[in-house]
């Protein structure tokens, strides 16, 4: 029961982080107007979050497999919201970047500990299911941040970081403060044998070539996902090239969100089953290739076949959450943290690459010309399809030999 009440305040924690970091780009220019920013000084600032969370999660994964989970958790949480009180009372350039990079640094810890307790704590059939709804988590936390400004209407940023603060230490920080002290009292009275013994038996396991052959890949694919979803449509790149009206714009984006957490979820509950990922995958890189080609193609008037388009985007990169199941099946025992802070940051760092390279597409492509645009995410598109053909190829050659 304890373990299960650290994954769901785990759950809270990355869809805080979601809702925290993508909220910035609906107060950038008030932020930059009050501090009398440049647009470089704010991509900065916005970008200072994502490098130090995506680089430091992989040490923090290492860390969480040899330690308590909910001790780090909980650091994690108080330490954001700290950082967060900061960056809310930040006046120059310079402590906006260090809050702002202290938040991404705190808030490593919550993915990679999110999984390590799904692990922990349902039955293994189910983790995939479990990562599902973590990295789902992600569509709805920017579907949150769009809709935040729309539902309560605050007068400027500072306010609107202040009700992050505010939701951090309630629904996070002070129910992670009570499950640890509890947690702590139990074990002076009862030391916990089964985690110990837990611990040496699991720190036996050695990696293996073909372990972290697996493992890589199903990094990459995740990393397809990551970077399709981030550069491609996340950041209105084609919106901004064909002309998009500003509804269109929001509407195709928020389905595209919306869908891709469904079908993450949807990918996790079917992908139960290890036989069942390599397909799954596989129609879903098709999919995906198939919904870019139809949105490069339609007129910006076809209003529903755009909408359409982006939901079959959205379930088709959906299917790249089983790279978690997969490397986590793949590695050796009590190596869950880490494979998973692995896969999740190289889908970060993918991510942020294909924003950067949207950023140059935009400047060199002109209005209405998108053969940059296909000839890029049309490459990435064929780089899932091939990863998720290798898949199956190797899965079937496995049930051929175990037949034999």
Not at 10 to 30: C, G, I, K
Not at 130 to 159: C, E, K, N, Y
Not at 190 to 216: F, H, L, M, T, Y
Request: proline residues 3%.
């Amino acid at each position: 029961m304890r373990d299960r009440l650290l994954w769901i305040l785990s759950l809270l924690f990355v869809a805080w982080m979601v809702w925290s970091e993508t909220s910035f780009q609906y107060f950038d220019q008030s932020l930059a107007d009050e501090l009398a920013l440049s647009s470089a000084d704010v991509a900065v600032v916005g970008g200072a979050f994502l490098l130090p969370y995506g680089l430091v999660q992989i040490p923090v994964g290492w860390v969480l497999d040899r330690g308590r989970a909910e001790r780090w958790l909980l650091l994690g949480a108080i330490t954001a919201t700290a950082l967060t009180l900061a960056f809310a009372r930040a006046e120059t350039l310079d402590g906006l970047i260090i809050s702002r990079a202290g938040m991404g640094l705190a808030c490593a810890v919550a993915f990679p500990a999110s999984g390590l307790l799904a692990r922990r704590t349902l039955p293994s059939q189910r983790f995939a299911l479990a990562m599902g709804a973590t990295d789902s988590l992600l569509g709805f936390g920017a579907a949150l941040a769009a809709l935040m400004p729309v539902l309560i209407h605050l007068g400027s940023w500072r306010q609107q970081v202040t009700l992050q603060i505010m939701v951090l230490a309630l629904l996070v920080a002070t129910p992670l403060v009570v499950v640890v002290v509890a947690s702590s009292q139990q074990s002076r009275a009862k030391p916990s044998q089964s985690i110990r013994e837990r611990q040496v038996a699991d720190n036996s396991g050695r990696w293996s070539a073909d372990a972290i052959k697996k493992v890589v890949h199903a990094a990459l694919i995740y990393a397809w996902g990551a970077g399709t979803l981030f550069g491609f449509c996340q950041y209105g790149l084609l919106s901004d090239v064909e002309g998009w009206s500003g509804s269109l714009k929001v509407g195709v984006g928020m389905v595209l969100s919306l869908f891709t957490s469904v079908g993450m979820l949807g990918a996790g509950w079917l992908g139960s089953h290890q036989s069942r990922r390599a397909p799954i995958l596989l129609a879903g890189s098709c999919s995906a290739a198939s919904a870019l080609l139809v949105l490069v193609a339609t007129n910006p008037q076809s209003v529903i076949v755009l909408i359409l388009a982006g939901a079959i985007l959205g379930l088709g990169l959906g299917t790249s959450v089983l790279a978690f199941p997969l490397a986590e099946a793949a590695a050796p025992p009590a190596q869950t943290a880490l494979v998973v802070a692995f896969v999740n940051t190289a889908g970060t760092l993918m991510g942020a690459l294909m924003i950067m390279l949207s950023g140059v597409l935009l400047q060199v492509s002109t209005p209405g010309n998108t053969t940059l645009v296909v000839l890029t995410y049309g490459s990435l598109a064929l780089l899932g399809i091939i990863l998720a053909a290798l898949l199956q190829i190797n899965t079937i050659k496995r049930s051929a030999q175990f037949l034999s």
